[in-house]
Structures are given as structure tokens and as C-alpha cells.
């Protein structure tokens, strides 16, 4: 085992406390980052039918010689597949693709609201665990009217909810509504991409305080949060580094300056889930 620290989600199963990113990872560099992140302890490993690279985890996987049960394999349904019967067919082929014979924690990516179909396809997912294909049911991009609507049509809570949050965008207004609902927070881009606030005063000072990287700081504050965050790296050092973050702590002024780095127009591009389609 990793060592990792985990939380026990809403129907009882566990998710490590930081995973794995692998957009745009492909083809070898994919198999191989993979394979080299899951030496370096991570066991969430977090994938996508729109990165087009299942193939390539389910590789790396059968690569590394860690026993599957170890292992966390999230995958995402992506917006073409929300009628019902699309949904079934799309988790069948992530399965086919990956070589599993169950997905761990499967997300609805985007709700895509002016398609309008996605609590046919939280259905299905739910519907899917009942089979034992999928084990965890989960979404993300979903705002606060999305998780209500679901949970109203199937009497399932979502276990956990994948969002944009870093420290230019902390999402205060969602975290709260997880907390209320009992979802977990997962964070998706969660060092800020291409627009790390490495400079930022709150993060560098910090960073300087306790010995460690700018990145080793916002991970550590999204931990401190309860998120989980699934940062990507390509290389392996970094890869290493971004799950070293368990022997420091930041004090509550340090995560506090932090979020307040949080602005309105924070987000790294035009992904809000009420507007933002992708299929
Ligand atoms: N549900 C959704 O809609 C979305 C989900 N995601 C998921 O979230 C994952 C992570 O998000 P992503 O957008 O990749 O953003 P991240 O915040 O994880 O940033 C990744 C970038 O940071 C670099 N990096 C990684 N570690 C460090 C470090 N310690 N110091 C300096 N630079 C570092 C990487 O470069 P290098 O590889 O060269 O190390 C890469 O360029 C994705 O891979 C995907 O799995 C992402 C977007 C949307
Ligand atoms: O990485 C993901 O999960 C996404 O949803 C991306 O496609 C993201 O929307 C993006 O990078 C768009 O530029």
C-alpha cells in the first residue's frame, strides 16, 4: 500500500486523499507517467473517454504489478452519451478500453444543462453500480441546482463532485454545498494549470516558511480544505513531489491567504458548467 491517507466517501468506499491527472497524457508518455505515478505511490488514477487515453492507463496498470484493489480507477462519460442507453454503451467501452472489469469512481463530466439529459445519465450510472460495473457514482462541473436535481430523481447522493478549484479559484460557495450534502470535493486542475500562482506572495512566503515548492504549498492547502486534488505531472520528480506534502503543516493564516487569492474571473478558461457544452 501507498501509505496515502484516504476518505470514506458517502456510500462507504474510499478515495486517496491526492490522484493522478492524466490530460493530455497519450500513447507511450502516457503509459509511462502512469506507470511511474503509480511507483511513486498514487492509487487514483483519473482518466476520461474525451482524453482518449483509457487504452494507455489500463497499460500502465497491468504494468505496474500493484494489485487492482489498491488501485482507484476513475473514468468520465462524456456529453454525446447522456441518453440512457448511450451512457450503458460509453461505460461498457471505458471497461473494454481500460481491460477492467469494473470502474471505481465513474463521473458524468459535464452536465451540458442545454442538452439537458443528465440525469438520464446519472440513472444509468446508478443503475451501473447496481450491476458492480461501476463502484462509485460520482459527477462533475455540477453546480448546486444539478446535484439537487439528481438526488431528487434517484434518491442517490453523489459521492463525489470534480471541480476547477485552485487558488485563483477556490470554489468557497461550493465546497459549502458539498460539505452540506456529504459530497466530496475533488479539484481538477488544482495547481492552477498554466497560471500557478507560484509567485504569489501567500504561496511563495509560504513555501519559504516551510522548506518546500510553491506547488508543495497549494497541494498541502488543498488537502488542509479536504479537497482531493489530482494533479498532473509528466515527470517524475514532480510527480514524487506533489505526494510529499504530508509532513508539513500550513498554519490557518497561511490557508486563509491563500483563498483569499480566490477572484471572481479566476476560472483558466470559459468552463462554467452552465454555459460551457462539451461533448
Ligand atoms: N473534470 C474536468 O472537467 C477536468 C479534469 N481535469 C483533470 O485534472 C487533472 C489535473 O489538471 P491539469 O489541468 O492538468 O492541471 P494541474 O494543475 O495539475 O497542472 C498541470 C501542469 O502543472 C505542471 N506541474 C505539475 N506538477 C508541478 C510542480 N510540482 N511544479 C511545477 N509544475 C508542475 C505540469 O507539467 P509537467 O507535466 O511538465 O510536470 C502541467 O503542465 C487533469 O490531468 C485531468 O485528469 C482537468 C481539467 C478538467
Ligand atoms: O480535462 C478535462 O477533463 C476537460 O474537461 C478538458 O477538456 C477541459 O475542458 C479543457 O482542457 C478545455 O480546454
Redesign the pocket.
Known sequence: MSGLPVHTLNDGTTLPAI???????KGEECVT?VQSAIEAGYRLI???VN?GNEGEVGEAIRRSGVPREELVV?S?LPGRAHAYDDAVASVRGSLDALGLDRIDLH?I??PNPRVGRYVDAYRALVDLRAEGLVRTVGV??FTEEHLLRVIDATGVTPAVN???L?PYFPQVGMRAVHERLGIRT?????????Q?P?DEPPVAEAAERHGV????V??RWQLQLGNV???????PE??R??LDVLDFELADDEVAAITALGRPDGR?FD?DPDTHE?M
Open positions: 490522484g493522478f491527472g492524466t490530460y493530455p497524457l507517467a483519473d482518466t476520461a482524453y476513475t468520465k463521473l463530466h459535464w462533475s462541473n470534480q471541480v476547477e485552485h475533488e479539484s481538477w486542475s488544482p495547481l492552477g494549470k498554466r500557478a507560484f515548492t510553491p506547488g508543495q497549494i497541494l486534488p489530482v494533479p498532473k505531472s509528466a515527470t514532480r510527480q513531489q506533489n483558466l468552463g462539451e
